[in-house]
């Protein structure tokens, strides 16, 4: 008799020793409800810990809880997905499990990846949960491991080299996460409408209208940004661009005000998901012009780190946003300060940096 997909998922999944490259043989224990890596001296129970800390909204966590994990038993690319993130989580809660933890992630992320590429043969309605699930892991687990705070897996600080600030810039992570829409483009319509549709949603992104609102001192700043741009060819793709920032900024400045009741029942995608919109919602010729390095593309990715900033309460987004705008400062030196200072008297203590001195996200701390 064939083993079922949940046997399969259980015995199929391995965690690592402290040293690369040395595997051991212990299994991790698997139920619905908790996850034990074994591999690590710390217990993770993803369902408790985890999940918990990347879904902060009651309404959608039983789909980290229990939707997830349940489509893992049936793919164990996805298993190794979850299992991947919950020990970068320990690594991140338990510098002392820092490395050992740092390599069970590593080694979940590869076997996830394997399984992944190997599904994606085929994109049907069946395996189209999987393979959103995985593309949504893959894409903490990048944030996590590339995290400018915790480089190594020492985590110690060390100075961004010209290839990690090149990664902080996005020439990986910004492809990949907007290689999504091939993934989910194929079955879209299903995972929207299906069991998946609440952390899909993005409320009322469409109504929004920048150019409709009364316009704040942090709209100002942003409009401030086209004036880089007068002369330049392309000034109608910053402008699009811009036009997607201010409206990511607008969809994560209307929860501020909005009443304990209604946020509730909003849903997943609150202000957390507006500076990912930028990435998914700006025109594919503005990231060309970024991987140029072209001075408006790198200011206008200064409000966007502005924007990251201001998320950096989850866990694997700490730093970006900081880091971000300190490597845009470094290359376009002082000519472009303008587009970038702010008031020194409104710079949080945090970003008094010797790099960046005045940064563009002072007003918006």
């Not at 299994?27 to 619905?32: A, F, G, M, P």
């Not at 020439?171 to 879209?188: D, K």
């Not at 025109?283 to 950096?312: D, V």
Request: a negative charge; hydrophobic letters at 40%.
């Amino acid at each position: 008799m064939a083993a079922s997909p949940a046997e399969n998922a259980e015995s199929s999944v391995y965690t690592t020793a402290a040293l690369p490259r040395t595997f051991t043989t212990g299994r991790v224990s698997v139920t619905l409800g908790i996850y034990s890596n074994t591999g690590s001296s710390t217990p993770e129970s993803w369902p408790l810990h985890t999940s918990v800390d990347l879904c902060r909204c009651s309404k959608t966590l039983h789909i980290w809880q229990e939707v997830l994990p349940q489509i893992g038993f049936r793919y164990p690319f996805v298993l190794h997905a979850l299992l991947g993130l919950a020990a970068l989580h320990i690594a991140y809660t338990s510098p002392t499990e820092r490395t050992q933890s740092w390599l069970v992630g590593m080694y979940h992320h590869s076997e996830a990846s394997t399984g992944f590429r190997k599904e994606l043969c085929t994109i049907t309605e069946d395996n189209s949960e999987a393979l959103f699930t995985w593309s949504i892991c893959n894409v903490l687990y990048v944030f996590a491991t590339s995290n400018p705070l915790y480089q190594g897996i020492d985590g110690g600080p060390t100075a961004l080299t010209s290839a990690q600030k090149e990664k902080v810039l996005g020439t990986e992570w910004i492809p990949m996460m907007r290689g999504l829409q091939a993934v989910l483009q194929p079955t879209h319509n299903y995972l929207r409408f299906g069991r998946m549709k609440a952390i899909m949603s993005t409320g009322n992104w469409a109504e929004l209208n920048p150019e409709q609102e009364s316009q704040d001192s942090e709209d100002v700043h942003f409009c401030h940004a086209r004036e880089s741009w007068n002369e330049s060819d392309h000034a109608e793709v910053y402008e699009e661009a811009l036009q997607v920032l201010r409206k990511c900024r607008l969809y994560s400045s209307q929860f501020r005000g909005m009443d304990s009741e209604t946020r509730s029942n909003w849903g997943y995608n609150k202000e957390w998901s507006a500076p990912l919109m930028f990435i998914h919602f700006a025109p594919e010729s503005y990231f060309s012009l970024l991987r140029q390095r072209q001075p408006p593309a790198l200011i206008l990715f200064s409000l966007f780190g502005a924007l990251l900033h201001k998320i950096r309460n989850y866990w694997f987004l700490e730093g970006w946003g900081k880091e971000i705008v300190e490597v845009i400062a470094d290359i376009l030196g002082s000519y472009w300060r303008e587009w970038l200072v702010a008031s020194p008297k409104r710079l949080p203590k945090a970003y008094q940096s010797s790099r960046i001195n005045e940064a563009t996200y002072s007003r918006l701390a």
